[in-house]
């Protein structure tokens, strides 16, 4: 009986062991045993594993050296935590960030395991490294129940971290009312500053924590700067926090005009100032008119700055068209705008609306004086507006930083440009260069005043409600300061009115409805792409693309890069008649013969649509056209040498004429040509009974520009048109006219590149001039030393083409074939400007006494070139 008795104590023995896995002896290996039963709260095995073991419960491991009750609070496990507790485990131990059991209990919101610590003299004020008490933690999170029952065993809420910010600080930070109440409640300091100064308001603010802030406020906050000076509206402003700006305001109104000051400060994002002033303005009509009122004061005092000539140009410049900017932008979208569908017209007390653009007309009034001053300097000298147009020019050739001038139109065919393709327009031969002292006053005030005209044409562009006091004239003189801007400036001023009228937001991240994507098919894309362009929406097209080959599942601005770039090569693709390649080959023109074609015509308003879609969104096109196409664009006349593109001997025909007297020569000629119409040859008289009349040294100018007209225009009328059709839908005529031809170009095809070695290498010299000679070697320091667009220009003044050939300048074409590049000698008097036949592709360059002199001069032949003045 005994015997079997010891056999069933060890088999009971052995059961055991087989149902219990023992520690390990070493702690290393035997905390690695315990951790999974601790994070799954196992309490009973690890109770039973430590009940016989020798196993250190404050054991830290690990690289952050933590002990099986940081793991317990961290997880949650309270079963284990009360265990280990029990077992002696010390709550207060801090792992290797100084972190307690207490401070991940209260990190990841575990209530139970916290009231336990606190029942085991867990200490609430113990810090980690970076200073965060328990309180912080839960200040972080929001957890504003634990923080109730923490609260009561905590000597002081204001603990600072190692930047000195408290709990308050971290919680008005993450915009946690309750939290921010409870710790104001247990006697936070609601103005405690960090080390840098910060606030619990500045912290609120610098979040957009528009409810905590009020809280603040409320309970008596101060409104108080950093150390730095950055204020709690500064943050506000900076993060285009609206709504907690509006709560700011309303405790302290002053800051109300410090919000208006903003918009002059350059260093302020100027989305972020629209967003903080358009929801001010939606409050209420009279916010509304407050905001705009105050803003259009604010541009009158910084424009008449700008007009003191003793005053920083480039600043006020600066700051008075961002103000305005601003202005239109809270004009276009108040709570009265008609583009909200609504139409109040007056607030509360009866205000009109037009009265907030009362203030600006003292600066209208200035701008006007200022006009009216230069306008009758200008006349005292018996100028007429030709002549004005070229005081406005010379004085832009002497600046360096001007690119383009505007475009020269012709009031009379006596004025057109005469001789071997060289420009000598008769309005200024003979004359004096204007008075000194009018071009020393043009020269002080032609930027500032442009500066203000551009201005006043933006408020011109905010919908203004009728009976506005603004000026209804405006005179040449402003129209010709507008366009004395440098091209970058006015490509500035041209997207900012061309999209006036669209929303603000990024057009390349506009959400795109399913609907509004234009699907095309990749083998078809001029017909698919023509027909779902022709059916969208415009005003949508105009606020952004979004583009889906068929088949395909790319889309963003790559594929609407490449689908611009495909359909520039598609729409000159001779398949479809419509351009036909100039005379160089390097540039086209709409075909007269396009009518082979029965769709032509709505081909060309798509080609116009697709253009005009490039340069709203300023995407570039892979295609260049002839001078006289981007002439029809911009509505500008073409004279004879746009004839050169597609009949260079006919265009030297025509030069021929005007450069030799045909009063003895019995030509014959009558204002009636020979053409091509539908296929046949047809008699067209060039005006009403031209059949009957001769063409004599009289009138032979006029018969060259109408013969011109003929075959650069009304030949190809109704493809014009239709083109111009499609164009306008997303450029309106008004702002493109902004541009000459060349910068029309720039504009759609961007910058083309010049290889300068391979000009000079393929240079021939004429006329006394060689290679080795000073002139030559300066012209050529010169070319390298402008830019690129001075070069293009250089180019465009010579041969009449801002595009170098393929395989280089050996390939550019003249009138009767390839044509080199040449430079001529002329003799050298003072002033003399160089000269240009574009025919033969030669620059006519006088013998300048040095290098300074032939830069000066040259660069105000480029930037005078298209309107043909040789003296200057």
Known sequence: MERAMEQLNRLT?????????????????????????????????VSELLSNSKFDVNYAFGRVKRSLL???????????LVLLLKKGANPNYQDISGCTPLHLAARNGQKKCMSKLLEYSADVNICNNEGLTAIHWLAVNGRTELLHDLVQHVSDVDVEDAMGQTALHVACQNGHKTTVQCL??????????????????????????????????????????????????????????????????????????????????????ENMLRQVLEHLSQQSESQYLKILTSLAEVATTNGHKLLSLSSNYDAQMKS??????????????????????????????????????????????????????IATELMKNKKDSTDITSILLKQKGQDQDATSIPPFEPGSYENLSTGTGESKPDALAGKQEANADCQDVISMTANRLSAVIQAFYMCCSCQMPPGLLFFALITQVEIFF??????????????????????????????????????????????????????????????????????????????????FDILSNEIVNPDYALFTQSADGTTFQPNSNSYVNPDHLN????????????????????????RSFYKHILGIPVNYQDVASIDPEYAKNLQWILDNDISDLGLELT???????????????????????????????????????????RAIQPQINAFLQGFHMFIPPSLIQLFDEYELELLLSGMPEIDVSDWIKNTEYTSGYEREDPVIQWFWEVVEDITQEERVLLLQFVTGSSRVPHGGFANIMGGSGLQNFTIAAVPYTPNLLPTSSTCINMLKLPEYPSKEILKDRLLVALHCGSYGYTMA
């Not at 940081?70 to 284990?80: T, Y």
């Not at 730095?228 to 943050?235: I, M, S, Y």
């Not at 020979?674 to 008699?683: I, L, S, Y």
């Not at 060259?704 to 075959?711: A, F, G, I, S």
């Open 13 to 45: 023995r052995s059961l055991r062991r087989a149902r219990t896995v023992e520690l390990p002896e070493d702690n290393e290996t035997a905390v690695y045993t315990l951790m999974p039963m601790v994070m799954a709260d196992q309490h009973r095995s």
């Open 70 to 80: 940081h793991i317990a609070a961290n997880c949650g496990s309270v079963e284990c």
């Open 671 to 713: 204002f009636s040509v020979e053409t091509d119409v539908f296929g046949a040859m047809e008699e067209v008289p060039l005006k009403p009974g031209g059949g009957g009349i001769l063409v004599t040294q009289n009138n032979k100018a006029e018969y060259v520009q109408l013969v011109t007209e003929l075959r650069m225009t």
């Open 482 to 563: 507008i366009l004395f801007l440098p091209f970058k400036d006015r490509c500035e001023w041209f997207y900012e009115h061309l999209h006036s009228g669209q929303p603000d937001s990024d057009m390349v991240h506009r959400p795109v409805n399913e609907n509004d994507i234009l699907l095309v098919h990749r083998d078809s894309i001029f017909r698919s792409s023509c027909e779902v362009v022709s059916k969208a929406n415009c005003a949508k097209l105009k606020q952004g693309i979004a583009v889906r080959f068929h088949g395909e599942e790319g889309m963003g601005q790559g594929v609407v890069r490449e689908w």
């Open 320 to 373: 008075l068209l961002r103000i305005v900017r601003i202005f239109c932008h809270v004009f276009r979208i108040g709570p009265s705008s008609p583009s909200n569908g609504i139409d109040m017209g007056y607030n509360g007390n009866k205000t009109p609306r037009s009265q907030v653009f009362k203030p600006l007309e003292l600066l209208w009034h200035s701008l006007d004086e200022w006009l009216v001053l």
């Open 603 to 626: 081909y060309f308003r798509f080609a116009g649509q697709i253009l005009g879609l490039a340069l709203n969104h300023r995407q570039l096109v892979n295609i260049y056209f002839t």
């Open 184 to 269: 104001l409640d247990s006697g936070a300091d609601i103005n405690r500053p960090n080390v840098s100064g910060a606030t619990p308001l500045y912290f609120a603010c610098s979040h957009g924590q528009r409810d905590t802030a009020q809280i603040l406020l409320l309970r008596g906050a101060k409104y108080l700067p950093d150390k730095n000076g950055v204020t709690p509206l500064d943050l506000c402003v900076q993060g285009g926090y609206g709504e907690t700006c509006e709560v700011l305001i309303q405790y302290h109104p002053r800051l109300f005009q410090t919000i208006i000051q903003m918009t002059q400060n350059e260093d302020l994002r």
